[in-house]
């Protein structure tokens, strides 16, 4: 299983971002979907969850101005991002829980690479 995330750069601030992240490979059910991120010098945290019932959970620093979406259909996840901050700026990293290969397997979490959010004027 693969994730790799795109639509990251550079925006002024009260800019939008849309972020997309594609899994890919043997997938047999994608449980959680998330978006986590990870500034200079801080942990890493999570921004956003969703689920395959489509519920949602935002950190509170984000609530209002971001939202988590899927296309289940396409295995992709996205994180549309308004009203930026500079503390926004951070690289943001796709999470999913899946399950693999024929289902017999239990499910893991896997992680996209990373992609590079900068919030500046």
């Known amino acids: 299983v693969q994730l790799v995330e795109s639509g990251g750069g550079l925006v002024q601030p009260g800019g939008s971002l849309r972020l997309s992240c594609q899994a890919s490979?043997?997938?047999?059910?994608?449980?959680?979907m998330a978006w986590y991120r990870q500034a200079p010098g801080k942990q890493r945290e999570v921004v956003a969850t969703?689920?395959?019932?489509?519920?949602?959970y935002y950190v509170d620093s984000v609530k209002g101005r971001f939202t988590i979406s899927r296309d289940y259909d396409h295995h992709m996840v996205y994180l549309q991002m308004n009203t930026l901050k500079p503390e926004d700026t951070a690289v943001y990293y796709c999470?999913?829980?899946?399950?693999?290969?024929?289902?017999?397997?239990?499910?893991?979490?896997?992680w996209g690479q990373g992609i590079q959010v900068t919030v500046s004027s």
């Open positions: 490979g043997s997938i047999f059910a994608i449980y959680v």
């Open positions: 969703i689920s395959s019932d489509g519920s949602t």
């Open positions: 999470n999913g829980f899946v399950r693999g290969g024929s289902g017999s397997h239990p499910p893991d979490y896997y």
